[in-house]
Every structure is written in C-alpha cells, then in structure tokens.
C-alpha cells in the first residue's frame, strides 16, 4: 500500500525558514517523480515544485522560485521541501504527490495528509 | 502559465442529478487534464486522467470528456458520497495549473 507521510510543518515567523519532509513506502521511490502541492486555508490547490526520480531535473513555480529547494533521498524513501524567506502568503497545508506512471510528471495519484505551514509573527 | 477556468464554482444539486463541470484552458492542452475530487479535511484523490480515462476504483459514474482547451466532468447520477469540491488540473507542462474548484452542494 503506498503511503506518504508528510511532517516538519509548524509556526514561523516571516522571513524564516522551515525544511518539510515526506516519508514513502508501498512503492519504488526512486521510479517517480515526486511533488509539493500546497492549499492555504479555505483556498485551492496550487502547484509548488517537483523533482525527477533521479533528483536531477527540478521545477518550481514563480511564486516560490529562489526561496523553496526541492530534494530527495532515495536511499531514505524521503522528499524534501527546504523553505527560506518565508511569507504570510505561504501559509498552507503542503501535501507532498506521487505521480502516476514512472515516465510521467504532473498526474498525482496518491497524496499524503498534508503538513500545515504557519507564517506569522 | 496555463490558467485554468472552471465553471460553475458552487453547484447546488440533488441526489440522483446529473452534474456537469466544464474547465477551461488559456491555451491548448491537448488532453492533458486531470480531475480531482476533494473532500473536507482529506487529500485530493485523483478521478480522471488524460481528460478521460477513469483512474482504478473510481465508479463508473464519473466521466471526462474533451480536448484542446474545453473538458468537462460528468456524474451520471449523484451520489450522497460525491457531494464535495472538484478540481480540473492541467498536465501538459512541466508547471501543473489547478481549476480554483467547484463545490458541489445538496440542493
């Protein structure tokens, strides 16, 4: 059974920074890409970053890009969100995404319960 | 980036209804769509992929149509199990968009 399990969520104030990670089983880590969606309080769902099986190939929206870093361990069966600069408008609840097929990108098709980011002073 | 246009963003129906949501794309997607289903405190789960394929052990209720830049999500017959907020999602490019959702409510 596949599971993601996302933790490292917390209260920060603005401009600091906070690491989240995302723990996976029930699958070959390493054959998917993975990703960060995030969903702020009463909102939608917006895309933040993914990263390639290998860890090589790396994208992120505008609104996060030269702040947030995305990684992954595959020895650990672990993604990673390392977050600086923090904003009161990155407050949300982050779910880390597995894509659906090894070759694909932007599919999700399971997602974990997600780890609640609080920006404020 | 690709905007992502749904309509309606609230939907009042009844049990039994069929329910239609339409999502709009800024730009061609060929079939690059994805549909979630969203509920209160949980995860998105995934329905539709590539505008109409049923992901595994979604019923067969749902379905999605459409290419280009018009699609839309289809429930046959609503459920007490579907009222929730759904969301179109753009998998053409390497910067996924999501539809700012549609709730779908008991009349």
């Known amino acids: 059974e596949v599971q993601l399990v996302e933790s490292g969520g917390g209260l920060v104030q603005p401009g600091g920074s906070l690491r989240l990670s995302c723990a996976a089983s029930?699958?070959?880590?390493?054959?998917?890409?993975m990703n960060w969606v995030r969903q702020a309080p009463g909102k939608g769902l917006e895309w933040v970053s993914g990263?390639?099986?290998?860890?090589?190939?790396?994208y992120y929206a505008d609104s996060v890009k030269g702040r947030f870093t995305i990684s992954r361990d595959n020895s650990k069966n672990t993604l990673y969100l390392q977050m600086h600069s923090l904003r009161a408008e990155d407050t949300a609840l982050y779910y880390c995404?597995?894509?659906?097929?090894?070759?694909?990108?932007?599919?999700?098709?399971?997602w974990g319960r997600g780890t609640l980011v609080t920006v404020s002073s | 980036d690709i905007q992502m246009t749904q309509s309606p963003s609230t939907l009042s129906a009844s049990v039994g209804d069929r329910v239609t949501i339409t999502c709009r794309a800024s730009?061609?997607?060929?079939?690059?769509l994805a549909w979630y289903q969203q509920k209160p405190g949980k995860a998105p789960k995934l329905l539709i992929y590539?505008?109409?394929n049923l992901e595994s052990g979604v019923p067969s209720r749902f379905s999605g149509s459409g290419s280009g830049t018009e699609f839309t999500l289809t429930i046959s017959s609503l459920q007490p199990d579907d009222f929730a907020t759904y969301y179109c999602?753009?998998?053409?490019?390497?910067?996924?968009?999501f539809g700012r959702g549609t709730k779908v409510e008991i009349k």
């Open positions: 730009q061609s997607i060929n079939s690059w």
């Open positions: 990263i390639s099986g290998s860890g090589i190939t790396t």
């Open positions: 999602q753009q998998s053409n490019s390497y910067s996924p968009t």
């Open positions: 590539k505008a109409s």
């Open positions: 995404a597995k894509v659906r097929i090894p070759s694909g990108w932007s599919i999700f098709d399971y």
């Open positions: 029930g699958f070959t880590f390493s054959n998917y890409a």
